[in-house]
């Protein structure tokens, strides 16, 4: 599934719900499935910087795609880097680096946006497009 | 019996009060701003804000320089706050208070002025465990540059300072006490005139951090009697970017200026440059007018208010807080001390500090999650961070059962 398909499909999941707390509800659910992180590597070196949870990610390059694996120690933050690696996972170095994700203001996580939120959608994002830009060289 | 709540609101006209601060009538995400976190800044009466207005419409001008009218009138408003401050915690006089940027910037003041020039190799300078990294950071700094030592005064589980052990540290080498009056991370008022017994003893200079406790109860530091009082105006319901270096005035004397610049000299040729005197030496530069201005304003809207009374309510507040919370299956409140001000620091089991926060902000509730700046304490109570609800004044006991409520929805949607 390409990765507008994926911000598509997560787009009308999130369309059932009607009020904020459904909607965070479901987000620490999708945060429950996420592919974790080897807990070896749990270390400063994949830690994504944010001051107040902390976020690793690792990336793996298996015939020509990237999967991701990350963890948090808080659960909106998990279930945030879940949708993330649910959309750039399987998916080649090139596709990841061009693209503009767009779903997450789709479904009112806008405010988690903010260059200045700590542990902010942002840096996990940036730090995903790092990897894949390192796999494609 | 009375329960807290109607004690509470007999004692104080709480509504009264709130229409003095217009941000507290605001909406956050759709729902009655709570303001909890009064610990990380307070809110300002709209008397505070009118008198920036009011500054910047009829007073603007720069200070110490000018002849001509308005740089008079600037001058006259700014040394008349400063006199204020010096009346509001009883300094000797007004030549005794130090305008800076805040407690930070002041406790950087005694640090690289007497302590870069006083401080020898294995002097040593004590601190508390519960220190906000602005009352450690600068005094490691200054122990790189001089080979002085920093020392550090354990607490118990509680949050309240081990005086056997304060017994023990301070020293025939201990040049400096410099210790918070409140815990901003705990709650804990600290019985600061033991522990300055023993550093009077040795004959150590004493700097207090009050930075927790001017919002909350009468200082005089003539009754303390310590060398050094700091304090940051903005979380006394005055403007960011002042703050209050008290120094006793032999001490100011004596002690080197901090930066150069214009303000703080007599004279100045390429040859030889003599220095202005107290305050004004460690005062370079144009300053924050208008806030000095405005910290004097939240001075007059402190002065207007019963203390006991003040004291009381804020009392019940944190009683009633406390018993709320601990009501609460999996909560565990860190720093029980006996003598507090009302700053409620807790986790809860299981759940981050920062998913709670988020969705108590998501219902209108400002509370401060992290390590608050005290990182030493969250090692020392071994968690990442805690929740902080920090009250003012103008809070509520229905904001905390708002609080309250919002706690059991987190609880509920992060299982
Ligand atoms: C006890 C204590 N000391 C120092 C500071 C630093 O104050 P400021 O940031 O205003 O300089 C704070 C502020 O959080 C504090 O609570």
């Known amino acids: ?137 | 019996m009375e329960t807290i709540e109607e004690k509470a609101k007999q004692i104080f006209d709480v509504h009264a009060i709130r229409a003095d601060f217009p941000i507290l009538s605001a909406t956050v995400n759709g729902k009655p701003l709570v303001y909890f976190d009064n610990g990380a800044t307070s809110q300002k009466p709209k008397l505070v804000i009118d008198s920036i207005v009011n500054y910047y419409s009829n007073t603007n001008s720069n200070i110490h320089r000018g002849v001509h009218h308005l740089s008079q009138l600037a001058t006259d408003a700014y040394e008349v706050a400063r006199s204020k401050v010096s009346h509001f915690i009883n300094a000797k006089s007004s030549s005794e208070i130090v305008f800076t940027k805040g407690t930070t910037e002041a406790i950087n003041l005694v640090a690289q002025t007497w302590g870069r020039n006083y401080l020898k190799p294995g002097d040593e300078i004590v601190v508390t465990a519960m220190e906000h990294h602005a009352n450690i950071v600068p005094w490691q700094m200054v122990c790189e540059q001089t080979g002085a030592v920093l020392k550090v005064i354990p607490m118990d589980l509680n949050g309240e300072l081990i005086l056997e052990e304060a017994e023990k540290i301070i020293g025939l080498r201990t040049r400096m006490l410099a210790m918070m009056h409140v815990s901003n991370a705990l709650g804990t008022i600290n019985p600061v005139e033991k522990v300055m017994e023993m550093a009077r003893k040795v004959g150590a200079l004493i700097l207090l951090d009050g930075a927790q406790a001017v919002p909350h109860f009468k200082v005089d530091v003539q009754a303390l009697d310590c060398d050094f009082y700091v304090f940051s105006s903005h979380k006394m319901f005055g403007p960011s970017g002042v703050g209050i270096l008290y120094g006793k005035e032999r001490i100011l004397a004596e002690i080197p200026p901090y930066q150069g610049g214009g303000d703080m000299i007599k004279t100045v040729t390429f040859e030889k440059t003599t220095y202005n005197d107290a305050p004004f030496k460690f005062e370079a530069g144009t300053p924050n007018i208008e806030g000095g201005i405005a910290l004097g304003a939240a001075i007059d809207y402190i002065n207007e208010m019963n203390h006991d009374e003040v004291l009381n309510y804020e009392n019940s507040l944190l009683h009633y807080g406390t018993e709320a919370l601990l009501n609460i299956d999996g909560v565990r409140i860190i720093g029980q001390a006996v003598q507090k001000v009302p700053v409620i620091s807790f986790s809860i089991d299981g759940l981050h500090p920062y998913d709670v926060g988020f969705i108590l902000d998501k219902q209108g509730i400002a509370v401060r999650t992290g390590h608050h700046c005290a990182q030493p304490v969250m090692d020392f109570f071994k968690v990442p961070g805690t929740i902080r609800a920090s009250f003012a004044f103008y809070n509520t006991i229905e904001e905390i059962d708002s609080m309250i409520s919002a706690i059991h929805l987190a609880k509920k949607m992060l299982k």
């Not at chain 1, 009607?18 to 509800?25: G, L, V």
């Not at chain 1, 694996?69 to 808080?74: E, N, P, T």
């Not at chain 1, 994700?101 to 790092?130: A, C, W």
Request: aromatic share 8%.
């Open chain 1, 1 to 137: 599934m390409s990765i507008a398909a994926k911000e598509a499909e997560i787009v009308e999941e999130f369309e059932m719900f009607e009020d904020w707390t459904e909607k965070y509800e479901y987000l620490i659910d999708l945060g429950r499935a996420l592919p974790l992180i080897d807990e070896g590597l749990k270390t400063e070196e994949y830690l994504i910087k944010g001051c107040q949870s902390q976020v690793w990610l690792n990336a793996e390059l298996k015939e020509g795609k990237v999967f991701y694996k990350a963890d948090s120690d808080a659960q909106i933050p998990k279930g945030i880097v879940s949708l993330l690696v649910r959309v750039l996972s399987d998916e080649s170095p090139n596709e990841i680096v061009k693209t503009e994700l767009s779903f997450i203001d789709q479904i009112g996580l806008k405010e988690h946006l903010s260059p200045t939120r700590s542990n902010g959608l942002v840096s996990m994002v940036k730090q995903m497009k790092l990897y894949a830009l390192a796999f494609q060289s």
